[in-house]
């Protein structure tokens, strides 16, 4: 199985709203709410930031947003922060039972 | 707090095999209903699922290493290790461990991750 489609790279300015999609298939993530996103810092392990679609785990600012229509999910940051630059991958649980993570999507706070 | 630590050679030669271990700290790798995982990114690319461990013993691979993957654990030693075999320079990654929310809440979700440890397959 192909990995999830996300854009490679996004922008925007402090104070901003960005959006960043994770397009899939109907045997992945529009098969189950089993979406999840993670920042990754240069050099750093990566963090969860959302699980099953909209979730965000303790201790995550509710600046960040998880939703999904059809195959494609989607991840919402508001009121942008220059800490928020970073890489940022989707995954999803498949009907093959294997996990698929996404190409990586490069977000640069102006 | 539940830590995991990667450990193992950095080096490995082609066609050789790549051997890692995670130890984990603040929580039993028995726990249910956790699974334990591996996951690596090669150098300046995307992350791929390797595969992964439940203390029962039953596993999941990524079908595209399935043949060349092996994981088990140690629950005596709170471990689990990952075994690649007959490795090339494509393998040249970091590696990571991480706690994978297999079943119930949070389903397929990898929280929280080790530190991860770059494994270069060199001659």
């Known amino acids: 199985q192909s990995a999830l489609t996300q854009p490679a790279s996004v922008s925007g300015s402090p104070g901003q709203s960005i959006t960043i999609s994770c397009t899939g298939t109907?045997?992945?993530?529009?098969?189950?709410?089993?979406v999840s996103w993670y920042q990754q810092h240069p050099g750093k392990a990566p963090k969860l930031m959302i699980y099953?679609?909209?979730n965000r785990p303790s201790g995550i600012s509710n600046r960040f947003s998880g939703s999904k229509s059809g195959n494609t999910a989607s991840l919402t940051i508001s009121g942008l922060q220059a800490e928020d630059e970073a890489n940022y991958y989707c995954?999803?649980?498949?009907?093959?039972?294997?996990?698929?993570f996404g190409g990586g999507t490069k977000l640069t706070v102006l | 707090q539940l830590q995991l630590q990667e450990s193992g050679p950095g080096l490995v030669k082609p066609s050789e095999t790549l051997s890692l271990t995670c130890s984990v700290s603040g929580d039993s790798i028995t726990g249910t209903p956790y699974y334990w995982g591996w996951i690596r990114q090669p150098p300046g690319k995307g992350l791929e699922w390797i595969g992964s461990?439940?203390?029962?013993?039953?596993?999941y691979y990524n079908p595209s290493l399935k043949s060349r993957v092996s994981i088990s654990g140690d629950t005596s030693k709170n471990q689990f290790s990952l075994r690649l075999s007959s490795v090339t320079a494509a393998d040249t990654a970091v590696y990571y461990c991480a706690r994978h929310y297999r079943l119930g809440s949070r389903a397929d979700s990898f929280d929280p991750w080790g530190q991860g440890t770059l494994v270069t397959v060199s001659s």
């Open positions: 995954s999803s649980y498949t009907t093959t039972s294997i996990v698929l």
């Open positions: 109907r045997s992945d993530v529009g098969a189950y709410k089993y």
């Open positions: 461990i439940y203390y029962t013993g039953t596993t």
């Open positions: 099953e679609v909209t």
